[in-house]
């Protein structure tokens, strides 16, 4: 699906930076996971929820230090988008409050770097929405990049 077909994106505004997503990813948001968390993962792996019967990862949005951490015992009740590629889901851990905007209420903008800032999200564009720049995220890539075969 390009730019065109798709009407909508989820945007997540961030401490540092603000994210979005094609809303036509979007499976669920939920404000009540419970995310187990897993040890010697990478720093941006938050852990692991159960969606519908099935373990899936969850990634932070933003560096560790900068995401608000509500403890409950050891683990946490927090905002998860849970965003679908082919058959593979993700679990995206935000730091605010997501909501809907149009792609034609936003404007497309060259990103002066050229590429991501992350390393861990593939960039799909740069859309400035009011006063607030968005990266939209591709799913797509994302998620490829994520799998591991053995």
Known sequence: M???EI???LCFPGIRKNYAVDFSCVVEISYDFKISKIPCMPPDFE???S???VMIPVIRIEEEQEIKETEDGDQSRVIV???KHQKYLLGIRLSGEPYIISYTAADKITNPLGAAASDR???K???RYGEKLFSVIDV???LESMIFYP
């Open 2 to 4: 390009s730019e065109n």
């Open 140 to 142: 797509a890539r994302t």
């Open 125 to 127: 564009g740069l859309y």
């Open 51 to 53: 969606y519908k019967g």
């Open 7 to 9: 009407n909508e994106i």
């Open 121 to 123: 999200w593939k960039e």
């Open 47 to 49: 852990g692991v929820c």
């Open 81 to 83: 988008v849970i965003v």
